[in-house]
């Protein structure tokens, strides 16, 4: 505890450090999943093998990651969370490339929370882990990702960018 606090100072630091650590590792793992994904289902089902390979990680996320509900009120955090939210969705989903910054943040939000859910909910006891639940995960998620893929611009009311 003090080798914590003496690094840390309080612990809304050390939670931002490994918050800032799990995210990182949920970005790269996104980022070398998209590169070698023929398509978005094989995309969805690389981050959710992933997820399952990172319990320490996932349970941390579920707690303390950006989708929980928890409002965050440093403004530095938010804008910094916002950007890298972003920079990680440009990289990860090409085929956002002509869309604005606010959709590469919805579609890397949608994502990331829903795969934190489905992990989740096997180590928290809901479901029991199995290759059927994966891919009804995958599907489950596939299916809301083409929809929002087919009507961007639509029911969201998002313009590509120039």
């Known amino acids: 505890e003090f080798t914590l606090f003496s690094i840390f100072k309080t612990k809304e630091n050390l939670v ?5 650590y799990a995210l990182q590792d949920f970005i790269k793992a996104s980022q070398k999943a998209a590169m070698f994904s023929g398509d978005i289902t094989d995309y969805v089902k690389k981050m959710i093998y ?7 990680e996932m349970s941390f996320l579920a707690n303390y ?14 804008a910094q969370d916002y950007k890298r939210s972003v920079e990680a969705s440009k990289q ?12 590469h943040y919805l579609v890397w939000s949608f994502i990331t929370r829903n795969i934190n859910y489905f992990v989740q909910n096997v180590y928290c006891g809901m479901h029991s882990d199995s290759l059927a639940y994966r891919h009804d995960c995958a599907e489950t998620l596939n299916g809301g990702l083409e929809t929002i893929v087919r ?6 009311n998002v313009k590509k960018a120039n």
């Open 16 to 20: 931002a450090a490994a918050n800032d």
């Open 50 to 56: 992933w997820g399952f390979l990172k319990p320490a």
């Open 65 to 78: 990651g950006f989708w929980i509900g928890k409002t965050e009120t440093d403004s530095a955090r938010i």
């Open 92 to 103: 990860a989903f090409t085929f956002l490339k002509d869309y604005d910054d606010e959709t």
């Open 151 to 156: 009507d961007l611009g639509e029911n969201f």
